[in-house]
């Protein structure tokens, strides 16, 4: 379209040189001078100052030489400019692509959990169900051996003795009587000792001998314990040996504790 109008220009400008001449010669015949000049007579006048109008020719072919290359320089930067946003729109695409693969293994993820999360209710209650009949068996069966034996011992070996006194005197009583304190390394032997206790009692767990580092009394470490919220803090520094708290509403209820103070004992035989 630019070319064409080019052409256009170049052929109406030599149509009005044609003019301009032919206006020049019919002037130079005439006698009687004009009073006002048309406009093709100011474009004569024109061409007559400029070599006959291929100055203008020039100017008008360069004029059109620098638009052709700004067109082509916007040309090029519109290209460059359509590439990047184009590739800025891909980027978007992707990331948004990338989003939504996220936000899927996240709704996976939690799906995932919250089956995990009923299983994990469903086994707790089964457990809770579990202990609760171990517990209510090992009650009966620790009442039905204070019916028959007293309080000395029970059916499964385990017994409490019947004075309040320091876990030294409470493990030399058990001893005395063919036992030590009670050793405690799993949930059920927990329970059953549990079921017998209505109060403090002291277990056979202490760092008398080892500043730091608890050991039962068949000197075997400590590998699981059921300790209080906070427990154990040695506090003073005086707290060495270890007591279970029957009051406590939860399994945790360990406590460390001075080996002078006056508690009773879970023997075991």
């Known amino acids: 379209m630019l070319i064409y109008q080019s052409i256009s220009i170049i052929v109406i400008i030599k149509e009005r040189k044609k003019a301009c001449l032919l206006s020049k010669d019919k002037g130079r015949l005439s006698k009687k001078p004009e009073v006002k000049q048309s406009v093709l007579t100011d474009i004569c006048v024109f061409w007559s100052c400029s070599s006959g109008g291929s100055r203008c020719l020039v100017l008008i072919t360069v004029s059109l030489g620098l638009i052709c290359v700004l067109l082509l320089i916007f040309i090029i930067l519109l290209y460059f400019t359509i590439t990047a946003e184009r590739d800025l729109i891909k980027t978007y695409k992707n990331t948004a692509e990338e989003f939504n693969q996220t936000i899927n293994s996240l709704q996976d993820n939690y799906t995932d959990l919250m089956t995990e999360k009923h299983q994990l209710q469903n086994n707790f209650s089964s457990l809770i169900t579990t202990l609760s009949d171990e517990l209510k068996k090992n009650s009966f069966r620790y009442l039905l051996s204070v019916f028959l034996l007293g309080n000395q011992c029970s059916l499964d070996g385990l017994f409490v003795s019947k004075k309040s006194m320091s876990w030294s005197a409470s493990r030399q009583y058990c001893r005395d ?24 009692a002291w277990i056979g767990l202490s760092d008398i001998a080892n500043e730091g580092n608890l050991t039962w009394v068949d000197k075997s470490p400590l590998n699981q314990g059921f300790w209080f919220e906070g427990e154990p803090n040695d506090e003073d520094g005086n707290e060495d040996c270890v007591e279970m708290m029957a009051f406590s509403s939860t399994l945790n209820n360990w406590n460390d504790l001075s080996c002078s103070a006056r508690r009773r004992g879970i023997c075991e035989k």
């Open 177 to 200: 009587r063919g036992g030590d304190l009670v050793i405690i390394k799993s949930l059920e032997k927990l329970m059953s000792s549990l079921v017998r206790l209505s109060e403090r």
